[in-house]
């Protein structure tokens, strides 16, 4: 039988749909990765999801990207409710950005609401609040990087400056939902925004918002540069090293003073 419901037809732009994922959200994920990014991070591990187009690499092999439906995708996502009933798990909308979809991907967080898929997502926040805030009501968990404080070098790094970004996780970080959860991710880049005066800055921002959960350090990885390869795209962070697990921990006792801190 056909399932009605408002959006159910809207055709995005998605990367991949991945299984099973215990890193993006409580319990068992079905990660929709959607495609297209207004933020060039010099680190993005997933520059495949950069451009809305639908992609190929130089040799012709591999496709990145296809057109589906707010139905299409919630067949997919239904697939595993058993695995969501037994692990306390859901449906997370990820990217490149999601709110470079978001009609889109607003209609498919509300179906999954409607049918108690609990629901997730990943994102800069760089978006209007116009279009985050019908969202929000729908989400039980929303993780957020917040790559830099200071925005001019936020522009040198990500090729945008980070008010807007602030101002919705000031927003965000004060909202009455009882049942939202605000996790406020930084991925750590060495030389780039790891000094103790941006870590400093980063604790005391987050210390007055009362709705975020907490911070998480994700160390910088190079996950992607194969994928920069297979695109043709130069990787300009090719010399960056991992932090170590010490300088890890030196970042998390910093922040640790302001807000929880996992790393």
């Known amino acids: 039988m056909r399932q009605e419901y408002e959006g159910r037809d809207l055709t995005g732009t998605v990367l991949r749909i991945e299984k099973s994922s215990i890193y993006d959200g409580d319990g068992l994920r079905t990660v929709v990765f959607m495609k ?28 990145y990207g ?3 439906t707010v139905e299409e995708v919630m067949e997919e996502v239904r697939k595993d409710i ?17 709110l470079f979809q978001p009609e889109f991907v607003t209609a498919l967080v509300k179906e999954a609401c409607k049918e108690g898929i609990n629901t ?25 990087d917040l790559k830099l404080m200071d925005s001019s070098k936020h522009r040198e790094f990500t090729g945008v400056r980070n008010e807007i970004i602030l101002n919705n996780i000031k927003k965000a970080g004060n909202i009455d939902l009882p049942n939202f959860k605000l996790i406020i991710r930084r991925p750590l880049i060495p030389g780039v925004n790891d ?8 604790g005391q921002f987050l210390e007055k918002l009362p709705r975020v959960h907490h911070l998480q350090l994700l160390p910088y990885h190079r996950y992607g540069t194969d994928t920069y390869r297979k695109l043709g795209i130069d990787y300009e ?21 302001y807000i929880k801190t996992i790393v």
């Open 120 to 144: 997730a997502v990943e994102t800069s926040f760089y978006s209007s609040w116009r279009r985050i805030e019908p969202i929000l009501s729908c989400l039980n968990t929303a993780f957020v």
């Open 82 to 98: 058993p695995f969501y009933f037994h692990s306390g798990g859901g449906m997370t909308v990820s990217g490149g950005e999601m």
């Open 66 to 68: 296809s057109i589906m």
């Open 195 to 202: 000094s103790e005066e941006e870590l400093e800055s980063l």
């Open 237 to 257: 962070l090719k010399d960056m090293q991992t932090p170590s697990d010490q300088h890890m921990e030196w970042c998390r006792s910093i922040t640790n003073k």
């Open 36 to 63: 297209g990014c207004p933020l060039r991070c010099k680190w993005c591990s997933t520059p495949e999801g950069m451009n809305e187009k639908i992609e190929t690499t130089k040799d012709g092999k591999i496709t």
